[in-house]
């Protein structure tokens, strides 16, 4: 096989689950892409874009719901048998020693101990880790125990090298050293494998490691953009070519998709625009960095001035946007006359202006409210928030989006919530007056 020749195909792949509610949630939607022999792919996306899941179809261990993985041309049916994966978490056997939990993949292939001991020695080597080849993971810092995940994949010298954020659960400089080795030991002619394919949320990882990055959307997953990364390594993050590319993955991951039609927040279900996950105080202290550089900001800086990546980043420009604190275009964050307003103004005048926007623009604080002054008691049970947004979201989603709701809620004093009675309760003072009957409260929390 030569440089360029596919490994992998995938094809109108898309993937659902069922629900708690037995409804049908869709995480991929319509995928294709090739994989082919000499190049680094990075799927770069959101939370909730499919990126693990499409990871997990590449290597056989998620079937499709429709559509089709290839492996040299042929369809999988199963595991695929020339992949071996990275994961996050290093997935380390603790009561096996270093040499041990390199030697799994091989025992399942039936590979004689004599070759597995000989193979396992070698790729303990490539990585660095030779001398701790009969320690245990509890005796081994995060890196090396990553170290290891490597030397267990490599080991299996796949075609196609499959990583799941492999870096994210390091700290920064072990993270940037572990990237360093791996882009050195994938540049030597020895390198036991013929691609890889990275997932991350991190742009400048992206940029620092892939020939080409394939953004995905989210809600379902899918394909919006392929960007190639024609840099020369190693790569430098302080050239204006680089900067460029990550400007533009901002502006990608941040812009509203060509011939979409997003509702506006003050006419959006909540299904059809979820609450950001981002705390109150998280999207204060964003709009007051914008408005400390006078105004208008560079989202890529703004992240490595904090050391964010995407992930913690983009929910709180999410969420100052749908309140309006911030206007968001081309990755550049600039503040609206009402974020100044919130920003400058005391606590008080500062809470008021943040319940007035909730109740206005976050779709499901506005249908709570809604709830809450139809009920004849002025409190209503939080679960019948849950079994409704059920029907748009899987379980753990759905508790997610009512938590972000209770905490906007309760500092914008619009409602309180009793964990002992699970009870949302408008606050007294909170001016809630009867709008809709219960059923169309239900009908605005329907997908759209």
């Not at 020939?211 to 959307?217: A, C, E, F, H, T």
């Not at 490595?304 to 749908?322: H, K, Q, R, T, Y």
């Not at 309180?416 to 809709?436: E, R, S, W």
Request: contains cysteine; negative net charge.
């Amino acid at each position: 096989m030569t440089r360029g020749d596919v490994l992998v195909s995938v094809d109108n792949l898309s993937k659902s689950f069922t629900g708690a509610e037995g409804h049908e949630l869709r995480v991929l939607h319509n995928i294709s892409l090739d994989l082919r022999a000499g190049e680094i792919v990075a799927l770069l996306g959101r939370s909730g874009s499919g990126k693990s899941t499409l990871l997990r179809t590449i290597a056989g261990l998620i079937a499709p719901t429709t559509g089709s993985v290839r492996y040299r041309g042929t369809e999988l049916n199963g595991a695929n048998p020339g992949t071996a994966m990275v994961f996050q978490t290093f997935a380390l056997m603790p009561w096996l020693t270093v040499q041990d939990n390199v030697e799994l993949g091989l025992a399942a292939r039936g590979i004689p101990p004599t070759q597995r001991r000989e193979r396992a020695l070698n790729a303990i080597d490539l990585i660095g880790l030779d001398g701790f080849e009969s320690a245990y993971p509890k005796e081994l810092s995060g890196g090396m125990r990553q170290r290891v995940g490597f030397a267990r994949a490599l080991v299996l010298e796949p075609d196609l090298l499959l990583m799941d954020e492999p870096f994210s659960a390091l700290d920064v400089l072990t993270a940037e050293n572990l990237r360093t080795e791996l882009m050195a030991l994938w540049q030597q002619d020895n390198f036991p494998t013929k691609a890889i394919c990275i997932v991350t949320h991190n742009i400048e990882e992206a940029v620092l490691l892939a020939d080409r990055v394939l953004v995905l959307g989210a809600n379902p997953g899918h394909i919006r953009a392929e960007v190639p990364i024609d840099l020369a390594q190693p790569r430098d993050r302080k050239s204006t070519a680089f900067a460029t590319l990550v400007d533009r993955l901002y502006a990608l991951l941040t812009g509203r998709e060509p011939g979409t039609a997003e509702p506006e927040p003050t006419e959006a279900t909540p299904t059809a625009r979820p609450l950001p996950a981002a705390s109150v105080g998280g999207l204060a202290g964003l709009v007051e960095i914008v408005y400390a550089k006078g105004g208008q900001a560079d989202l890529p800086e703004v992240a490595a001035d904090l050391n964010f990546e995407i992930d913690d980043l983009l929910p709180l420009v999410d969420a100052a946007a749908m309140l309006d604190f911030l206007h968001v275009a081309a990755g550049d964050v600039t503040l609206t006359p009402t974020g100044k307003e919130f920003t400058t103004a005391d606590i008080q005048r500062s809470k008021q202006i943040f319940a007035e926007q909730a109740r206005h623009r976050a779709p499901l604080v506005r249908t709570i409210c809604t709830a809450l002054a139809s009920s004849a008691a002025g409190n209503l049970r939080a679960g019948f928030f849950l079994d409704l947004l059920r029907r748009g979201f899987s379980a753990q989603d759905a508790q997610h989006q009512l938590d972000t709701a209770i905490d906007w809620g309760r500092y914008a004093e619009l409602f309180d919530y009793d964990t002992d009675t699970d009870q949302i309760t408008a606050d007294p003072n909170a001016g809630l007056h009867p709008a809709v009957q219960n059923e169309s409260v239900t009908a605005s929390l329907d997908t759209e």
